[in-house]
């Protein structure tokens, strides 16, 4: 079966950093993308990033490009979210995702697994 644990979530102030895990068991697609969500109070779940197991390409949503990094680390099967320069919109749920396949990051229906969410707040 397959598990997703999320850590590293928190209060910061805007501009700071934080890095979020994810360690993954049970996983066993020969192919397979993990990625991260998120939720604020009163909205959908939206795409953050994803990473292709495979060849370790990475995607994200517009809002975060050039500021939050998706890495991998294969021989933990641990997924990693750093986000730096935070903003108070950043505030929300972070949940880690897996699939198996590739393709359609962005639709959350794509994922067959979720983690339970860490929170992550922004303080302006």
């Known amino acids: 079966q397959v598990r997703l644990v999320e850590s590293g979530g928190g209060l910061v102030q805007a501009g700071a950093s934080l890095r979020l895990t994810c360690a993954a068991s049970g996983v066993t697609f020969s192919t397979y993308t993990m990625g991260w969500f998120r939720q604020a109070p009163g909205k959908e779940r939206d795409f953050v990033g994803a990473?292709?197991?495979?060849?370790?390409?990475?995607y994200y949503t517009d809002s975060v490009k050039g500021r939050f990094t998706i890495s991998r680390d294969n021989a933990k099967n641990t997924v990693y979210l750093q986000m730096n320069s935070l903003k108070p919109e950043d505030t929300a749920v972070y949940y880690c995702v897996v699939r198996p396949g590739y393709g359609s990051y962005a639709r959350p229906r794509e994922y067959m697994y979720w983690g339970q969410g860490t929170q992550v707040t922004v303080s302006s």
């Open positions: 990473i292709s197991w495979t060849d370790g390409s990475t």
